[in-house]
Nanobody, 126 residues
């Protein structure tokens, strides 16, 4: 199983930007599908973005489309989430997830992914 560690969270004003990182260890993630989910207090964990194992396809929740970008650097065994034009409703704990190798199922459910990080807090002030 792959181990995941998120970083890059913090406090930012509305309209600002943050870049989250997810560093993997234990095995290469070059053939793993990767995703970001988030969970706000009192709410269920929800899908944010995903990238296919090949890197050829990306997927986004409607609420973040056009503002967030997921990317991967296989040489660094790391996945990123660039978050721009942040809104107070983006405030949540953000989690990195992995599934593979050569995963080709859906990306939108927590049950799609078997490896999870511990999360990093993002707080957007108005």
């Amino acid at each position: 199983q792959v181990q995941l560690v998120e970083s890059g969270g913090g406090l930012v004003q509305a309209g600002g930007s943050l870049r989250l990182s997810c560093a993997a260890s234990g095995r290469t993630i070059s053939n793993y599908a990767m995703a970001w989910f988030r969970q706000a207090p009192g709410k269920e964990r929800e899908f944010v973005a995903a990238v296919s194992w090949s890197g050829g396809s990306t997927y986004y929740a409607d609420s973040v489309k056009g503002r967030f970008t997921i990317s991967r650097d296989n040489a660094k065994n790391t996945v990123y989430l660039q978050m721009n034009s942040l809104k107070p409703e983006d405030t949540a704990e953000y989690y990195c997830a992995a599934e593979g190798p050569y995963y080709s199922g859906t990306y939108y459910y927590t049950s799609d992914f078997g490896s999870w990080g511990q999360g990093t807090q993002v707080t957007v002030s108005s």
